[in-house]
């Protein structure tokens, strides 16, 4: 089954405030992927990241893999109406090809 | 425009039937997913390919089958449908290297009554 735990599964913010979702897997991971789907939408991908302890910012994102690379988080500063809808971890596993994403955690914000 | 395409975009069934959903990947990509999203949950995954080949199975059911053609595309087939087949299901492809995103259709809503 399904390796990696996302929280939370719900964030309600007011605009402007910020935003946090984990992702923790059991094993470790050869990488892990970011993907939002807005309401209605298909999950599109965001970021991917593969080294141990990597950063990466996109505008007012940053994204973060675990030193073990077991667990990962995204951040997002100084939310806007436009960042609404589920954001889904994904992870891919060493000398395996399943392909789990993460139950998502849905952002509602409000304006 | 992730160029996935997947048809039809809605698919209304009764129970006990049968079904295809289609998908075609982007041009040049070998490797096909397919996931199930029930009402507002995550992204179950389902089965995956590779140029031909199965190469991954995650939470199938055995009614349910798939196959990728030699042109690529791919089809899942539902049988003996129950209501609580009703879901968004997404095909995705990929070039599939551990390294690569996925690139997901618009998804085909299946509504068994």
């Known amino acids: 089954g399904q390796q990696v735990m996302q929280i939370p599964q719900y964030q309600h913010v007011q605009e402007g405030e910020d935003f946090t979702t984990y992702c923790n897997s059991s094993t470790t991971l050869s990488n892990i992927q970011w993907y939002k789907q807005r309401p209605g939408g298909h999950p599109v991908f965001l970021i991917q990241?593969?080294?141990?302890?990597e950063v990466k910012k996109q505008k007012r994102l940053t994204f973060q893999f675990g030193e073990a690379k077991k667990n990962s988080s995204l951040h997002i500063t100084a939310t806007q109406t436009t960042d609404v809808g589920t954001y889904f971890c994904?992870?891919?596993?060493?000398?395996?090809?399943?392909?789990?994403f993460g139950s998502g955690t849905k952002l509602n914000v409000k304006p | 425009d992730s160029g996935v395409t997947q048809t039809p975009k809605h698919l209304i069934t009764a129970t006990g039937q049968r079904v295809t959903l289609r998908c075609s990947p982007r041009?040049?990509?070998?490797?096909v997913y397919w996931y199930q999203q029930s009402l507002d949950q995550g992204l179950q995954f389902l089965i995956q390919?590779?140029?031909?080949?199965?190469?991954a199975k995650g939470n199938i059911l055995e009614r349910f089958s798939a196959q990728q053609f030699p042109d690529l595309h791919s089809e899942l087939n539902l049988s003996s449908l129950e209501l609580g087949d009703s879901a968004l299901y997404f095909c995705?492809?990929?070039?599939?290297?551990?390294?690569?995103?996925?690139?997901f259709g618009q998804g085909t809503r299946l509504t068994v009554v």
């Open positions: 041009s040049g990509d070998l490797s």
């Open positions: 390919y590779y140029n031909g080949e199965e190469r």
């Open positions: 994904a992870e891919r596993l060493y000398n395996f090809n399943k392909f789990y």
């Open positions: 990241l593969v080294k141990s302890g």
């Open positions: 995705a492809s990929s070039t599939d290297s551990l390294n690569t995103e996925a690139f």
